[in-house]
Structures are given as structure tokens and as C-alpha cells.
């Protein structure tokens, strides 16, 4: 499976922090003069709090992937997420080019950033269509903080190129007139996503535990 090989290569990236700590050193240097200001860090240990996310992070994405892959599956709506789903996988087994030089958990967090910010963007399009979300994952705010950690500008080109991907790989509207589609809308209008939830993986009991953050 591609989220396995996702998993080697995040394994590979955490044994190469625990071996050079290049990422601890990168926020020790920059990021915690310059993170967002409604983001509030620990007092003691904030740095390795912030490493601890950043792993978090990452590893949502292949657990997410094969949680959203097996729900949509079952309801029979996998030719509307499938494509964005094996884009997300590409983003780390095939990196774009506009990441090449990064290495260990650096590069993969801008790897992870992509592909949360795709699920985010294929969200709220399918929002303004059905006025539910296609996933009951709300990224919006653990992407404000890696957004920063990366820094601008390049995070706003990364920005860029998902808003260019989702344009280009959108389906056309009438993938939502699809009987399986107006049941899936149906459902989840009417359970609030009781049943799905159970499967998410949840990357908000993780923040609340390295991180407290809060909106000004």
C-alpha cells in the first residue's frame, strides 16, 4: 500500500531528527520569533512541543488517507475522491520539485502541509456544493501553524500550487446530481457523521496535549 510506504519513509525521517535534531535546531533559530501570534506555546519545553506537532502532523496524513479511502469506498463515491487521495499520496512518494533541498521531517512537513491543505481545499468545494464538508476534519487550524512554521513566502507558493492542482483536477459538477453522492449528503446531514467518526483519526486530542492556542 502507498500510505506504508508513507509510513517507511516517516519513520526514516524521525530516526534521522532523534540522529541530527535538524528540525529542533530549525525552531530553535526561527520559527519561535516568528510564529502567528494567536498561536501560544508552552512555557517550558516549547520547542520540542512544536517537534512533537510537526511528527503529529505528518503522520495524520497516511491515517487519514486510509480512513477516508475506506469510508468513501464503502459509499461507493470513490471516483470523486480517489484522484485527490492518490494526490496526496504523490506528494510524498513523488515530491514536487518545489520542495526539492529539504530533508528528513523538513521536508516532509511541507510534503504534509500539501496534502492538508488539498483535503482543506477539496472541503470547502464540496461545502459549496452540498453545504456539508466531504470529511469531518477541520485541518484549518493545525494548517495556520505548520503555515507559519514553514514561513512565508514560500508557504504562500505552496498555497499556490494546491489551489492549481485542485483547479485542475476537480471533477465536473455533475458528479453531485450521482445517486451516491445525494446519499451521502443525505446521510451525514441526517447522523452528523456519527458512524464516521469513530474512524478519523484525530489530530485535535494531539494539539490540545503539545499545544494551547487560542484566536485574538
Not at 81 to 101: C, H, M, N, R
Not at 126 to 151: A, C, E, K, Y
Request: charged share 25%; with cysteine.
Amino acid at each position: 500500500m502507498s500510505t506504508d510506504a508513507i509510513r517507511d519513509a516517516i519513520a526514516l525521517a524521525r530516526l534521522h531528527e532523534e540522529q541530527h535534531g535538524d528540525m529542533a535546531m530549525l525552531l530553535e533559530r526561527h520559527v519561535k520569533n516568528h510564529i502567528h501570534f494567536t498561536i501560544q506555546l508552552p512555557e517550558s519545553e516549547a520547542t520540542a512541543n512544536l517537534v512533537d506537532f510537526i511528527i503529529a502532523y505528518i503522520e495524520h496524513v497516511p491515517d487519514f488517507i486510509d480512513a477516508a479511502r475506506a469510508i468513501t469506498r464503502e459509499a461507493n463515491i470513490q471516483e470523486y475522491t480517489e484522484p485527490f487521495l492518490k494526490l496526496a499520496e504523490d506528494y510524498f512518494l513523488k515530491p514536487p520539485e518545489i520542495i526539492s533541498g529539504h530533508i528528513g521531517l523538513d521536508e516532509l512537513m511541507d510534503e504534509a502541509y500539501l496534502a492538508h491543505r488539498l483535503i482543506e481545499e477539496v472541503n470547502d468545494r464540496f461545502m459549496s456544493h452540498t453545504s456539508i464538508p466531504l470529511v469531518p476534519m477541520d485541518m484549518t487550524m493545525s494548517n495556520l501553524i505548520v503555515h507559519s512554521i514553514i514561513g512565508e513566502p514560500f508557504a504562500n507558493e505552496l498555497d499556490e500550487a494546491v489551489h492549481y492542482t485542485v483547479e485542475r483536477t476537480m471533477l465536473k459538477e455533475h458528479v453531485y446530481e450521482k445517486p451516491e453522492f445525494k446519499a451521502y449528503v443525505a446521510q451525514h446531514k441526517n447522523n452528523d457523521w456519527e458512524k464516521e467518526q469513530q474512524h478519523w483519526p484525530c489530530l485535535i486530542d494531539q494539539l490540545a496535549i503539545n499545544l494551547q492556542f487560542t484566536h485574538l
